[in-house]
């Protein structure tokens, strides 16, 4: 009977040996072309991913053009709107979602933060906290509400640094020393 079970046992130790190594391994730097562009596609990060990136730069964004840090809330804005294509890019079939809220709300904060206007920065992006939280809704998401943080996310950056903003955004214009 231990005889029959030890070659039991074996049996199937063999047999899932076989399934695990006919089964085919991802690697980015072996296989064909299209094997490893697969396996950089299957490691792409997901929304919930580019997500959490986005809310700490759009939290960023308000803070600094609060505390008056114009160039600050500019760059933080134009690293939104990049990650953004990422989660575009690698999900494509939000692409047009994330777009039409690029231009509805990101584009007027761009405006508020390039004249500078705290009093419609202020406004606009209250609309644009519901219009993120709207499209979580309509994309079954409605448990993820965004709510502004009590303080920002990054506590090492001087956010009250007076700064101007340089340059357009949706032009991809640099700050001046990235030039």
């Not at 690697?27 to 094997?35: A, F, K, P, Q």
């Not at 920065?121 to 448990?143: I, M």
């Not at 943080?149 to 340059?167: M, S, W």
């Amino acid at each position: 009977m231990k005889k029959r079970l030890y070659v039991l046992a074996l049996a199937l130790a063999g047999l899932i040996l076989i399934v695990f190594a006919a089964e085919k391994t991802m690697d980015i730097y072996n296989g064909s072309l299209e094997d490893r562009v697969n396996a950089l596609a299957k490691i792409q990060p997901g929304l919930g991913t580019v997500m959490i990136e986005y809310g700490d730069r759009f939290a960023n964004t308000y803070y600094a053009a609060k505390g008056g840090n114009w160039g600050l809330a500019q760059y933080q804005l134009k690293e939104a709107i990049e990650i953004q294509e990422v989660g575009e890019i690698t999900r494509p079939k939000n692409a047009p979602l994330l777009a039409s809220f690029e231009h509805a709300y990101l584009d007027p904060l761009e405006k508020d933060i390039r004249s500078k206007d705290w009093a419609s920065f202020e406004k606009d992006y209250q609309a644009a906290v519901e219009g993120c939280n709207g499209c979580h809704k309509a994309t079954g998401h409605g448990y993820v509400e965004y709510k502004l943080p009590a303080q920002p996310v990054e506590a090492y950056i001087n956010f009250n640094l007076k700064t101007d903003p340089v340059g357009n955004v949706e032009a991809g214009e640099e700050h001046e020393e990235n030039k």
